[in-house]
């Protein structure tokens, strides 16, 4: 069992950066592929990214792949993304996942734990 809490979520500009934060509790977070993914009312939950156990694989949705990075923290059971060039499309509240049977988890149902999520507005 492990519990996900999101950060570091807020209202900002298009060209702007955001960082968010997604810690972990328990003692077996390197055991989990971290991702996130991002959600507007009305449609379904769509993938950002994702990060292997070890950070050693990355996969991006094309529509942030140059944007955004993720990063991950064993020692601090806390996952990272950067999201830069911020878009109004990027409206979304973001959530972070933890997987605990694939390496890099690209769907929703692949995951077994998430977060509460965190909203990011994107003003033009």
């Known amino acids: 069992q492990v519990q996900l809490v999101e950060s570091g979520g807020g209202l900002v500009q298009a060209g702007d950066s955001l960082r968010l934060s997604c810690a972990a509790s328990?003692?077996?977070?390197?055991?989990?592929?971290m991702g996130w993914f991002r959600q507007v009312p009305g449609k379904e939950r769509e993938f950002v990214t994702t990060?292997?156990?070890?950070?050693?694989?990355?996969y991006y949705a094309d529509s942030v792949k140059g944007r955004f990075t993720i990063s991950r923290d064993n020692a601090k059971n806390t996952v990272y993304l950067q999201m830069n060039s911020l878009k109004p499309e990027d409206t979304a509240v973001y959530y972070c996942?933890?997987?605990?049977?694939?390496?890099?988890?690209?769907?929703?149902?692949?995951?077994?734990?998430w977060g509460q999520g965190t909203q990011v507005t994107v003003s033009s």
């Open positions: 990060i292997s156990r070890s950070g050693g694989d990355i």
């Open positions: 328990g003692r077996t977070f390197s055991s989990y592929a």
């Open positions: 996942a933890a997987a605990t049977r694939y390496l890099v988890p690209s769907s929703a149902r692949e995951y077994n734990y």
